[in-house]
């Protein structure tokens, strides 16, 4: 069964830095079309960045242009997402999301908190 775990969250002061980083179980990541989106409280599930299975393109959110990148690294077998620069209203769980056979396959999903 596949499944994508999240890791790399926790709390951060504005202008700080974090990694995240998903993992995947039962499916090689290489060979797959990875997201990243968030989720605000009384928001919705907003995509923020997604990186191609065979050539690494990467797609941006407006909001996440110029300070996240996507990034691959299929021999640890991990898609990351490096945010700099980040705002308090950044704050929100985070969530790695692959598609199987039209399946949507999410995280458990990782906190984000960026408050001084």
């Known amino acids: 069964q596949l499944q994508v775990v999240e890791s790399g969250g926790g709390l951060v002061h504005p202008g700080g830095s974090l990694r995240l980083s998903c993992a995947a179980s039962g499916f090689s990541l290489s060979s797959y079309v990875i997201g990243w989106f968030r989720q605000a409280p009384g928001k919705e599930r907003a995509g923020i960045a997604c990186i191609g299975a065979k050539n690494n393109s990467t797609v941006y959110a407006n909001f996440a242009k110029g300070r996240f990148t996507i990034s691959r690294d299929n021999d640890k077998s991990l898609v990351s997402l490096q945010m700099n620069s980040l705002k308090p209203e950044d704050t929100a769980t985070y969530y790695c999301?692959?598609?199987?056979?039209?399946?949507?396959?999410w995280g458990q999903g990782i906190q984000v908190t960026v408050s001084s």
């Open positions: 999301n692959t598609i199987s056979k039209g399946v949507p396959y």
